[in-house]
C-alpha cells in the first residue's frame, strides 16, 4: 500500500510481502443505508482472523466488498500484494484483474450454495476445468482428495439434496479450496445448520487452521473464535470498535459495547 521502496532483504519489505489481504478505509453503502464506514484491516499470511458483531454490523458485507461481490463506495484493497485498481466511485477499473483476484479467494457462504443438478465432485471440479482451464483429470484427482479431506470421499457421485446440511457445508468448503486460494472467506458458515451438525464444520475449519491456511471468519460461535482467531474484530455499525488477539478481546475486553455484545450472546 506504501508507495516507499525497501531494499533486497529489508525487513520492511519482508514483513509486506507477507501481508495476504489488506483493506484501507473501506466504506459500502446500500442507498442512504452506510454499512461500512471505514474499516481498516490487514491480516498476514497463516492468520486467521475473526469478524464478530451484531446483526447489521457490517460483517457479512466486509466480506463480499473483498471479492467483489457486493461494489465498495471506496477504499483499498490489496491481495497478496496486489492492489485493486478502483474507479473514482469504488467500481473496479479492470475486470480481469477481479476475476483473477477471485480465483485466490475461496468462500463459503451462509448457504451452502452448490449446484443441486450437480454431484458433488462436479461441483469441486466446476471452476478449476472451465475457469482455471486445469486438465479434468488433474481436477477430478484433486477434487477427490479434497472430498476426502472434509470427511465425504464416500459421496462423490451424491447430489446435494440427498446429503445433510453439515455435509453440504464441508462440500461447499472443499470446493472453496479447489481453486487453491491463498486466503479463504467463511461467511457464517454454521448459521445455517442445525446444532448437531456444527461441530462437523467446526472440525473442518479448525484443522485447515492448524495447517496455516490464512483466513477471515465472520462467526456468532465464540468460543471458537476464541480457540482458533489469531485475531479478533468486534464491528459495529460499519466501524471496528475493537480489535485483538483473542485472549484480549474476549478476557479483558475494553469496549463497553463489547462487553454488552459479549453477554448478550452467553
Not at 483493506?23 to 499470511?45: C, M, N, Q, T, Y
Not at 479434497?146 to 457445508?169: E, I
Not at 445448520?193 to 485447515?208: A, F, K, M, S
Request: glycine share 8%.
Amino acid at each position: 500500500m506504501s508507495s516507499t521502496t525497501s531494499a533486497p532483504g529489508d525487513p520492511a519489505q519482508a514483513g509486506q510481502q507477507d501481508i495476504a489481504i489488506e483493506i484501507e478505509d473501506l466504506h459500502k453503502s446500500f442507498g442512504p443505508l452506510e454499512v461500512l464506514k471505514g474499516v481498516s484491516l490487514s491480516a498476514r499470511k497463516g492468520d486467521v482472523v475473526a469478524i464478530i458483531g451484531g446483526s447489521g454490523s457490517g460483517k457479512s458485507t466486509l466480506l463480499r466488498c473483498i471479492n467483489f461481490l457486493d461494489t465498495p463506495n471506496w477504499g483499498k484493497i490489496s491481495v497478496g500484494g496486489e492492489q485493486i485498481v478502483l474507479r473514482a466511485d469504488g467500481t473496479p477499473a479492470n475486470r480481469r484483474q477481479i476475476e483473477r483476484i477471485r480465483t485466490r479467494l475461496g468462500m463459503v457462504f451462509q448457504a451452502f450454495n452448490l449446484w443441486t443438478h450437480r454431484t458433488l465432485l462436479e461441483n469441486v471440479i466446476e471452476v478449476p476445468v472451465h475457469v482455471l482451464k486445469i486438465p479434468k483429470a488433474d481436477a477430478i484427482a484433486q477434487a477427490r482428495v479434497l472430498l476426502d479431506r472434509v470427511g465425504l470421499g464416500d459421496k462423490t457421485d451424491t447430489f446435494p439434496a440427498y446429503l445433510s446440511g453439515g455435509q453440504q457445508q464441508r462440500s461447499a468448503i472443499a470446493r472453496a479450496l479447489a481453486v487453491n486460494p491463498e486466503v479463504m472467506l467463511f461467511d457464517e458458515p454454521t448459521s445455517a445448520l442445525d446444532p448437531e451438525l456444527v461441530g462437523e464444520v467446526l472440525t473442518v475449519i479448525r484443522d485447515l487452521a492448524a495447517e496455516g491456511r490464512t483466513m477471515l471468519l465472520v462467526t456468532h460461535e465464540m468460543k471458537f473464535a476464541r480457540e482458533v482467531a489469531t485475531h479478533v474484530v468486534y464491528l459495529f455499525e460499519g466501524r471496528i470498535e475493537e480489535q485483538g488477539p483473542p485472549e484480549e478481546v474476549f478476557g479483558n475486553p475494553k469496549s463497553e459495547r463489547l462487553k454488552q455484545f459479549l453477554q448478550s450472546i452467553h
